[in-house]
């Protein structure tokens, strides 16, 4: 079946550090989205990448989607200590309501 | 608007017992989903509804049941709670099929 893999599965950075986390799917995905969970929180929507080879930004945070739509990233710029939590891909195929979900990288920031 | 709200936040079952989980939403979105948690492995999808009568299984739908009656409620029923349930469930419910999905706080279930 449909798998979507997400690395790293931990990163412990210093404030002020940039942080990437990098997500590939077996099958090509119609859109991606992302999304942030804090400790003991619930997963809060960040991002829709739809297009091949898209690239959006939400202030500090990154995001891009393969060329070949196989694959998304997420580069956070100058890590602050309110970026901790884990962060999510979650993947469709064509015409399948299912969201696939990454297993997450969770970031701990250093202050 | 209160969101996506879930009910309880916290359970204990023993095994062999069964127990409904609530889901309830207020944004009167037609898509409704639930998800478990497990550490390492994200949230997989257990059942998820397209609108009011319709269900469908998602990855991991063996021992869970659903029903959709109302747009605004999705309960999910455990029939018969094994270890193996252990788990935090998540309740989402988006208003396009393809659409951003807003969880609910979560239900931390554990069964001894």
């Known amino acids: 079946g449909q798998q979507v893999m997400q690395i790293p599965q931990y990163q412990h950075v210093q404030e002020g550090e940039d942080f990437t986390t990098y997500c590939n799917s077996s099958?090509?995905?119609?859109?991606i989205q992302w999304y942030k969970q804090r400790p003991g929180g619930h997963p809060v929507f960040l991002i829709q990448?739809?297009?091949?080879?898209e690239v959006k930004k939400q202030k500090r945070l990154t995001f891009q989607f393969g060329e070949a739509k196989k694959n998304s990233s997420l580069h956070i710029t100058a890590t602050q200590t309110t970026d901790v939590g884990t962060y999510f891909c979650?993947?469709?195929?064509?015409?399948?309501?299912?969201?696939?979900f990454g297993s997450g990288t969770r970031l701990l920031v250093r202050p | 608007n209160a969101g996506v709200t879930q009910t309880p936040k916290f359970q204990v079952l023993k095994t062999g017992q069964s127990m409904t989980l609530q889901c309830a939403q207020d944004?009167?979105?037609?898509?409704m989903s639930w998800y478990r948690q497990d550490p390492g492995m994200g949230l997989r999808l257990i059942h998820y509804?397209?609108?009011?009568?319709?269900?469908d299984q998602g990855e991991v739908p063996n021992g869970y049941n659903v029903s959709r009656s109302t747009t605004e409620d999705f309960p999910l029923r455990l029939l018969s709670a094994a270890p193996s349930q252990t788990s935090v469930y998540f309740c989402?419910?988006?208003?396009?099929?393809?659409?951003?999905?807003?969880f609910g706080p979560g239900t931390r279930l554990t069964v001894t």
């Open positions: 509804s397209v609108g009011a009568g319709i269900t």
């Open positions: 989402a419910s988006n208003r396009q099929q393809n659409g951003e999905q807003y």
């Open positions: 979650a993947g469709r195929r064509d015409s399948s309501y299912k969201l696939i």
């Open positions: 099958t090509t995905l119609s859109n």
């Open positions: 944004m009167n979105h037609e898509y």
């Open positions: 990448l739809v297009k091949s080879g």
